[in-house]
């Protein structure tokens, strides 16, 4: 098996979009406690993956990441991108101060942007659509996952306002 498949544009486009990323969540100001970073990190990870490999491997085998068909090391680099995407969710959702019923359209723009990056990286080849899969078969898995990240992120925002007012007693 070799660790790295041909080394081309969807490569250097890859490591350019993990780099930029990254570089964001650096540079952005601290707003979300650790515990919410930590989550936003992790979850962002876990559930793009999840359904990565449940949509684009296995039976369903929908898409392919980068040249080949099986994994390799740039498939790693690729699931990194998810990281700062539920970052960017978190810490976008607390700067703007979502709430109420705006949650629903700040869902749908996520869901929007995630499409957008898929769409960007099938012209770019990072990933590759098979098997009858079409972009907007995303659309509903991207409300769902965006769904959950905001329900999940208000329940511990409550949490934490909970336990700081506790504190103050």
């Given at each position: ?17 993990v ?8 540079i952005?100001?601290?707003?979300l ?6 989550l ?10 999840l ?13 392919k990441?980068?040249d ?51 769409y ?6 990072i ?7 079409k ?35």
């Amino acid at each position: 098996m070799k660790i790295i498949g041909t080394f081309d544009m969807n490569e250097i486009a890859l490591l350019i979009f993990v780099g930029v990323t990254y570089a964001i969540m650096v540079i952005l100001p601290k707003r979300l406690s650790t515990e919410l970073t930590i989550l936003s990190l992790v979850w962002g990870f876990t559930v793009g993956v999840l359904f990565d490999f449940t949509i684009g491997g296995g039976k369903l085998d929908y898409y392919k990441v980068n040249d080949v068909n099986h994994y390799e090391l740039f498939d790693f680099i690729y699931y990194m991108l998810f990281v700062p995407f539920g970052y960017c969710f978190n810490y976008f959702y607390e700067v703007l101060r979502i709430r109420g019923a705006i949650s629903i359209f700040y869902i749908v723009v996520w869901a929007g942007i995630g499409i957008g990056a898929q769409y960007v990286f099938s012209a770019l080849h990072i990933i590759t659509l098979q098997n009858g899969f079409k972009l907007i078969y995303s659309v509903p898995i991207f409300l769902i996952i965006q769904t959950m990240t905001a329900l999940i992120y208000g329940y511990i925002k409550k949490a934490e306002q909970i336990s700081k007012a506790d504190g103050e007693n």
